[in-house]
């Protein structure tokens, strides 16, 4: 099946538990220059790359989704199986396999790898980990293991990449593995029979085909593809094996774990000493961590350490970037002269993407903090902590990581969901994720919370906004559970990896990227937008009209510096984006919102972020540039209405911070579970029931609080 | 002269987020890149994540 | 070889009556897999993942509501709901 031409189409799949470094180990090789796609058809994604040996060789590399056992019907194990057979349309078997095998973990990842040795593809074993092993006080003995195996084993650290020339060297020598173990007779002979019937079909490749006669003895089910594809025969050749046993008194479905594992812990005796320098820190935390009352105390404690140290360490920053923006108005301003040009510069790209550049520190900020976290192995036990309250709910297990990425973007999430089975599961956690508060609205809370609330609350109340968007959602998963989509839970394990120190490259990588993002996005579509809404919020010109009525209100008596600000307002109040908003007031007047707030709602459909830079250009226009910067913050706090009162104080902020945790503005979200559901109903009604609730909400708190008298 | 930049980068700007928009459609990603940033983290978290 | 796995309160080669479950351990307590009692595919999973008869095992702790179980199973730790951890029945070691 190779082809005749470069060397360059032969394909190694990487394959190994989860857990085990495996995705470490493939970047390593293949240098990150790697590509994310779609199994064609299935939703698992697939990753691809290229490695180069050393004398310059060059191999296609593809890592496959993690496996605990070629036995399982889970989607993602199932891929990682149809892969290593050749039977996905668009992959032919691989020509090797690298297998990565945990040495902290040895008996579990074995059992993966023995049945990686029976499936006949040339094998190569990388020995990860072995760092680890040795602080847990084992040392594994690889040549003791490659002489058991019957395959090259290499002992690497994927993390710090120690001995991988030895293992690309391996990869080449990579041979075909067999079957380490013997059944008792009477099982060996119905295997025998079966594999003859899986030999009659002939779909499968010769070498694999042992090893998938075994699998079936023991697992297959009527529903199976293969049973399907091999017909009656190959049904009545399993019945008739299957019966075998039976009247042997064999299990069949523990006959394959109960033999594996016994040959795993046969070969780890021989292969793993013990040094006796046990390191047992991973317990003693997880002992204090996952306590019944110290937990979620830990927990909390650290999730407001982190909040609070966002708005701590990024202040001084953006203080720094405040002032260079200003000084940049000033200059800017100098150079040109006035005319519309000028303005547009200055009150619309300036305070457009002036005013959310100045939230870079805290994204990166808060995103270092929780990238160490998830690193380190934290954030796991979180998962672990909170499972009980999520299958309270009626939100799968699987529901973490979907609902975990939303709080980068709620899109991977949605598509996340498809790893889950049931189908009301997935529809649940897909209605609920964009309650999760994802990325974009970071600078909208990050922006009212530095103008409204007090010096020593900030970091609560920015984490306390987090806490009520998992709560909304929780809350949410309840209702469409006992309504919508009625439903029951399903079945969850979950491993907890042990401790380790966080992979700093990695995770200033991460960092890195996610703010290179956040600029690139700033410098270029919400660039275009600042530009779009400066001219909104400019045209049509209504200066002569206020400049005579301003005259008029001076000469019955009004202050000089009111009416300047008036008038300010007044023009852009006349404005295409002023109309907009005027027209918008009725509706959210009751929230606390008026006509400014408006034109930013309208323009965060854009992007929830637009918030900031649109309030950023409304503040702006009208004034004189060279008045000198004023902060976005005190303008915010000093803004007034119509009547000369200030317009927004705490608690209007406030309830327009629960407006954005609660509605959905995202329409690309809307759009993709659209896609996910194949049907306008689900993102229609998701659409509805969010701005319903970001309504209500936003009213309870507003109105609420007017009457318990913070207003 | 003034007006005459001012236009011409609402000009560029509308162009552009047109552009955008028609990006996205091909591509299907939010942002009309070629792959999704959130989603490969995603991915890069799902590979290195628990679950069974 | 081994006892075949019983759907609904048949014979067990051994009474159930001497048997705990892993769920009705208490945090520290070390035992030995006798044998897993649950549905085709949790089974299978279950298995898979280590709890094969004469497993020793170790039961480390409870999440705050009593639910999920931390177990410690040849060598390294997983989080199991109650529901899954009542089909494996244990002995003490």
């Given at each position: 099946?190779?082809?005749?031409?470069?060397?360059?189409?032969?394909?190694?799949?990487?394959?190994?538990?989860?857990?085990?470094?495996?995705?470490?180990?493939?970047?390593?090789?293949?240098?990150?220059?790697?590509?994310?796609?779609?199994?064609?058809?299935?939703?698992?994604?697939?990753?691809?790359?290229?490695?180069?040996?050393?004398?310059?060789?060059?191999?296609?590399?593809?890592?496959?989704?993690?496996?605990?056992?070629?036995?399982?019907?889970?989607?993602?194990?199932?891929?990682?199986?149809?892969?290593?057979?050749?039977?996905?349309?668009?992959?032919?078997?691989?020509?090797?396999?690298?297998?990565?095998?945990?040495?902290?973990?040895?008996?579990?990842?074995?059992?993966?790898?023995?049945?990686?040795?029976?499936?006949?593809?040339?094998?190569?074993?990388?020995?990860?980990?072995?760092?680890?092993?040795?602080?847990?006080?084992?040392?594994?003995?690889?040549?003791?293991?490659?002489?058991?195996?019957?395959?090259?084993?290499?002992?690497?650290?994927?993390?710090?990449?120690?001995?991988?020339?030895?293992?690309?060297?391996?990869?080449?020598?990579?041979?075909?593995?067999?079957?380490?173990?013997?059944?008792?007779?009477?099982?060996?002979?119905?295997?025998?029979?079966?594999?003859?019937?899986?030999?009659?079909?002939?779909?499968?490749?010769?070498?694999?085909?042992?090893?998938?006669?075994?699998?079936?003895?023991?697992?297959?089910?009527?529903?199976?593809?293969?049973?399907?594809?091999?017909?009656?025969?190959?049904?009545?050749?399993?019945?008739?094996?299957?019966?075998?046993?039976?009247?042997?008194?064999?299990?069949?479905?523990?006959?394959?774990?109960?033999?594996?594992?016994?040959?795993?812990?046969?070969?780890?005796?021989?292969?793993?000493?013990?040094?006796?320098?046990?390191?047992?820190?991973?317990?003693?935390?997880?002992?204090?961590?996952?306590?019944?009352?110290?937990?979620?105390?830990?927990?909390?404690?650290?999730?407001?350490?982190?909040?609070?140290?966002?708005?701590?360490?990024?202040?001084?920053?953006?203080?720094?970037?405040?002032?260079?923006?200003?000084?940049?108005?000033?200059?800017?301003?100098?150079?040109?002269?006035?005319?519309?040009?000028?303005?547009?510069?200055?009150?619309?790209?300036?305070?457009?993407?002036?005013?959310?550049?100045?939230?870079?520190?805290?994204?990166?900020?808060?995103?270092?903090?929780?990238?160490?976290?998830?690193?380190?192995?934290?954030?796991?036990?979180?998962?672990?902590?909170?499972?009980?309250?999520?299958?309270?709910?009626?939100?799968?297990?699987?529901?973490?990581?979907?609902?975990?990425?939303?709080?980068?973007?709620?899109?991977?999430?949605?598509?996340?969901?498809?790893?889950?089975?049931?189908?009301?599961?997935?529809?649940?956690?897909?209605?609920?994720?964009?309650?999760?508060?994802?990325?974009?609205?970071?600078?909208?809370?990050?922006?009212?919370?530095?103008?409204?609330?007090?010096?020593?609350?900030?970091?609560?109340?920015?984490?306390?906004?987090?806490?009520?968007?998992?709560?909304?959602?929780?809350?949410?998963?309840?209702?469409?559970?006992?309504?919508?989509?009625?439903?029951?839970?399903?079945?969850?394990?979950?491993?907890?990896?042990?401790?380790?120190?966080?992979?700093?490259?990695?995770?200033?990588?991460?960092?890195?990227?996610?703010?290179?993002?956040?600029?690139?996005?700033?410098?270029?579509?919400?660039?275009?937008?600042?530009?779009?809404?400066?001219?909104?919020?400019?045209?049509?010109?209504?200066?002569?009209?206020?400049?005579?009525?301003?005259?008029?209100?001076?000469?019955?008596?009004?202050?000089?510096?009111?009416?300047?600000?008036?008038?300010?307002?007044?023009?852009?109040?006349?404005?295409?984006?002023?109309?907009?908003?005027?027209?918008?007031?009725?509706?959210?007047?009751?929230?606390?919102?008026?006509?400014?707030?408006?034109?930013?709602?309208?323009?965060?459909?854009?992007?929830?972020?637009?918030?900031?830079?649109?309030?950023?250009?409304?503040?702006?226009?009208?004034?004189?540039?060279?008045?000198?910067?004023?902060?976005?913050?005190?303008?915010?706090?000093?803004?007034?209405?119509?009547?000369?009162?200030?317009?927004?104080?705490?608690?209007?902020?406030?309830?327009?911070?629960?407006?954005?945790?609660?509605?959905?503005?995202?329409?690309?979200?809307?759009?993709?579970?659209?896609?996910?559901?194949?049907?306008?109903?689900?993102?229609?009604?998701?659409?509805?029931?969010?701005?319903?609730?970001?309504?209500?909400?936003?009213?309870?708190?507003?109105?609420?609080?007017?009457?318990?008298?913070?207003? | 002269?003034?007006?005459?930049?001012?236009?011409?980068?609402?000009?560029?700007?509308?162009?552009?987020?047109?552009?955008?928009?028609?990006?996205?459609?091909?591509?299907?990603?939010?942002?009309?890149?070629?792959?999704?940033?959130?989603?490969?983290?995603?991915?890069?978290?799902?590979?290195?994540?628990?679950?069974? | 070889?081994?006892?075949?796995?019983?759907?609904?309160?048949?014979?067990?080669?051994?009474?159930?009556?001497?048997?705990?479950?892993?769920?009705?351990?208490?945090?520290?307590?070390?035992?030995?897999?006798?044998?897993?009692?649950?549905?085709?595919?949790?089974?299978?999973?279950?298995?898979?993942?280590?709890?094969?008869?004469?497993?020793?095992?170790?039961?480390?702790?409870?999440?705050?509501?009593?639910?999920?179980?931390?177990?410690?199973?040849?060598g390294y730790q997983l989080s199991l709901r109650r529901a899954d951890a009542r089909g494996i029945l244990v002995r003490a070691s």
């Open positions: 099946m190779e082809s005749s031409s470069a060397q360059a189409s032969r394909l190694l799949a990487v394959a190994g538990n989860p857990n085990s470094g495996k995705t470490s180990l493939f970047n390593r090789l293949t240098g990150l220059r790697h590509r994310v796609g779609n199994y064609a058809g299935v939703t698992v994604e697939r990753v691809e790359g290229t490695m180069t040996f050393a004398d310059g060789e060059t191999r296609r590399v593809v890592d496959l989704p993690g496996c605990y056992s070629l036995s399982s019907n889970a989607p993602d194990e199932r891929i990682a199986r149809d892969a290593l057979l050749g039977l996905l349309p668009d992959t032919a078997q691989p020509d090797a396999v690298l297998v990565v095998v945990d040495a902290s973990n040895l008996e579990r990842n074995l059992y993966f790898a023995t049945q990686m040795l029976e499936v006949g593809v040339p094998m190569c074993i990388a020995l990860n980990m072995i760092d680890v092993a040795e602080r847990h006080g084992h040392k594994v003995d690889a040549a003791a293991l490659e002489k058991e195996l019957g395959v090259p084993v290499v002992p690497v650290v994927a993390r710090t990449g120690q001995n991988f020339d030895k293992l690309r060297e391996s990869i080449r020598e990579a041979r075909r593995g067999q079957r380490l173990w013997r059944m008792p007779a009477e099982a060996e002979e119905a295997l025998n029979d079966l594999h003859v019937a899986v030999q009659a079909c002939g779909y499968l490749p010769t070498v694999s085909e042992e090893a998938e006669a075994l699998r079936r003895l023991c697992h297959a089910r009527d529903e199976d593809p293969f049973l399907a594809r091999g017909g009656d025969e190959l049904r009545a050749a399993v019945t008739q094996a299957r019966a075998r046993l039976e009247a042997a008194s064999i299990d069949r479905e523990a006959l394959e774990s109960e033999f594996r594992y016994a040959l795993c812990e046969g070969i780890v005796e021989r292969v793993r000493s013990d040094t006796g320098e046990g390191d047992t820190r991973s317990a003693a935390i997880d002992r204090v961590v996952t306590h019944r009352v110290l937990g979620p105390i830990i927990y909390i404690l650290i999730m407001g350490l982190i909040f609070e140290s966002v708005y701590t360490w990024a202040g001084p920053i953006m203080d720094g970037i405040e002032s260079a923006t200003g000084w940049l108005g000033e200059q800017v301003a100098r150079l040109l002269g006035p005319g519309m040009f000028t303005d547009l510069m200055v009150n619309g790209v300036l305070a457009g993407v002036g005013g959310i550049i100045i939230f870079l520190p805290q994204i990166c900020l808060l995103f270092l903090f929780l990238s160490i976290l998830e690193d380190c192995g934290y954030l796991a036990r979180a998962a672990f902590l909170v499972d009980r309250v999520m299958r309270g709910v009626g939100l799968h297990g699987r529901a973490f990581i979907p609902l975990m990425s939303s709080f980068a973007c709620a899109i991977p999430g949605i598509m996340a969901t498809r790893s889950m089975e049931d189908r009301k599961d997935r529809l649940v956690t897909m209605l609920v994720a964009p309650l999760i508060s994802c990325s974009a609205r970071l600078p909208v809370y990050a922006l009212m919370i530095a103008a409204f609330i007090p010096k020593g609350y900030q970091g609560f109340t920015l984490l306390s906004m987090y806490v009520l968007s998992v709560v909304a959602a929780l809350g949410a998963a309840w209702v469409l559970r006992k309504t919508v989509v009625k439903g029951k839970p399903a079945t969850f394990m979950m491993e907890l990896p042990s401790y380790k120190m966080p992979a700093w490259g990695h995770v200033l990588r991460t960092v890195a990227q996610r703010g290179g993002v956040f600029v690139k996005q700033a410098g270029t579509v919400i660039l275009a937008i600042s530009i779009i809404l400066w001219f909104l919020a400019t045209f049509p010109r209504s200066d002569e009209a206020v400049e005579a009525e301003a005259k008029t209100r001076i000469e019955q008596g009004a202050s000089e510096t009111d009416t300047a600000n008036w008038a300010g307002g007044e023009k852009i109040r006349r404005s295409y984006a002023g109309r907009l908003g005027r027209a918008m007031e009725p509706v959210i007047e009751p929230l606390g919102f008026d006509w400014r707030i408006g034109v930013g709602l309208v323009t965060s459909f854009a992007a929830r972020e637009v918030l900031v830079s649109t309030m950023g250009i409304v503040f702006s226009v009208g004034d004189d540039v060279d008045e000198g910067s004023v902060a976005l913050r005190d303008r915010l706090r000093d803004a007034k209405r119509p009547n000369g009162t200030k317009a927004y104080n705490g608690l209007v902020a406030i309830s327009l911070m629960v407006f954005f945790v609660l509605a959905c503005q995202c329409m690309s979200t809307l759009a993709v579970i659209k896609r996910e559901t194949n049907t306008y109903r689900w993102p229609i009604f998701c659409f509805v029931y969010m701005t319903a609730l970001a309504w209500v909400g936003s009213f309870i708190v507003y109105q609420g609080g007017l009457a318990l008298g913070f207003g | 002269m003034q007006d005459l930049a001012a236009i011409t980068m609402l000009a560029f700007a509308v162009t552009y987020i047109g552009w955008r928009y028609l990006r996205k459609r091909a591509s299907g990603n939010c942002c009309g890149e070629s792959e999704c940033p959130a989603a490969r983290e995603m991915v890069d978290r799902i590979k290195r994540g628990s679950r069974t | 070889m081994t006892e075949i796995p019983l759907p609904d309160g048949a014979l067990l080669r051994e009474r159930p009556a001497d048997h705990t479950t892993l769920a009705d351990l208490r945090p520290g307590d070390s035992a030995v897999v006798c044998c897993v009692r649950q549905g085709e595919n949790k089974r299978r999973r279950l298995l898979e993942m280590g709890f094969v008869s004469g497993t020793t095992l170790r039961f480390v702790g409870v999440a705050p509501l009593g639910d999920p179980l931390h177990v410690e199973v040849r």
